[in-house]
């Protein structure tokens, strides 16, 4: 909050006092030797500037907010996969400076209330062949001008799949996210959203949550749960987008959650699902699992993902169809 970084510029301020009176110390005297008393400032200033790597804010900003970011070097996460350890390499990144009416982001309390506002905004290409594969990966290239949406989508399909799995919550892959990985083995480009399903009752729902959040994502929900990347994540200093506005709906990175039940007949109910026998599913179609890659990283989906996917899309689903400008339909965008 506001409040709390200015409090924390304050508390930083003798640190300078002394990096200043070291310098003085340092130089007094020592005419004689001037490289170095050159060298010594250059070791000061450097340290200085190691001191003040965070951004702060200035009195005259009163305005603007950080969020307290998380380090990934203190999060556990589920899998040894290099991803992480590079992650980890680069360090803490400097948080996003937040202004306006995105300074909402930086309170705790609308944390817990809130649902879409409370995603980091984020933007990105959804070109091919520039996002054809795009993948979590691209993400660490700090350098790097342009993210693609679909990279970030990527590392949200991951981090949540790894942490319904941890959980018990039988993860799969359906809907776009499974028409990506049977259509190229990978995210579809111009995708907005990840689909992921879970068996039964989400009885861990709460412990999921939790777990999410200490790795820096929001899950909120809102006719089913959903999952977005919170201001406090690891790399959200290189996601946010401070020209996007403040959204209530679908205009973020996002993951939906459905949920998979067995009926008294057998057959699966699958929510959201919109098929010839309504949201049914026979019981040999789903079960037992199979497995599909995205990116080379294997998921489980259902026993017959064509079968799956005829029923959602119908059977041109190979036919990429991206959806019309201003659809809020989810699933349209194929």
Not at 98 to 126: D, M, Q, T
Not at 238 to 266: C, H, N
Request: proline letters at 7%; glycine letters at 6%.
């Amino acid at each position: 909050m506001v409040e709390d970084s200015v409090a924390m510029e304050k508390d930083t301020r003798p640190r300078r006092v002394n990096v200043l009176r070291s310098i003085a110390l340092a130089t007094k005297g020592a005419t004689s030797t001037p490289i170095v008393v050159l060298l010594v400032l250059g070791l000061l200033v450097f340290m200085e500037t190691r001191i003040y790597r965070a951004p702060t804010l200035s009195e005259t900003d009163e305005n603007a907010c950080t969020p307290n970011v998380l380090d990934a070097n203190n999060i556990e996460y589920h899998s040894g996969h290099r991803y992480y350890a590079m992650l980890r390499d680069i360090g803490a990144l400097p948080p996003p400076v937040i202004r306006g009416e995105h300074a909402k982001l930086c309170s705790k309390i609308n944390r817990y209330k809130a649902k879409y506002e409370y995603c980091l905004p984020i933007s990105g290409r959804k070109d091919a062949p520039f996002c054809t594969a795009a993948d979590r990966m691209n993400l660490l290239n700090v350098d790097a001008q342009e993210i693609c949406y679909a990279s970030v989508l990527h590392m949200l399909l991951v981090e949540v799949y790894e942490e319904l799995e941890a959980k018990r919550s039988t993860p799969f892959l359906a809907f776009g996210s499974l028409l990506g990985a049977v259509r190229n083995g990978s995210m579809i480009p111009f995708t907005e959203d990840v689909d992921v399903g879970y068996v039964g009752e989400f009885k861990t729902a709460d412990k999921v949550k939790l777990a999410l959040r200490r790795k820096g994502y929001h899950m909120f929900y809102m006719g089913i749960w959903r999952v977005c990347v919170a201001p406090t994540h690891p790399l959200a200093g290189r996601l946010y987008d401070p020209e996007l506005p403040m959204t209530e709906s679908f205009a973020v990175p996002y993951v939906d959650l459905y949920k998979m039940k067995q009926t008294s007949s057998g057959d699966w109910d699958m929510q959201e699902l919109e098929g010839s026998t309504g949201r049914l599913l026979p019981h040999d179609k789903v079960q037992p699992f199979s497995q599909v890659t995205i990116n080379g990283m294997p998921f489980d989906t259902v026993r017959d993902p064509k079968f799956f996917l005829k029923e959602a899309y119908g059977d041109d689903y190979m036919t990429p169809k991206p959806r019309e400008a201003g659809s809020n339909e989810q699933r349209s965008r194929r």
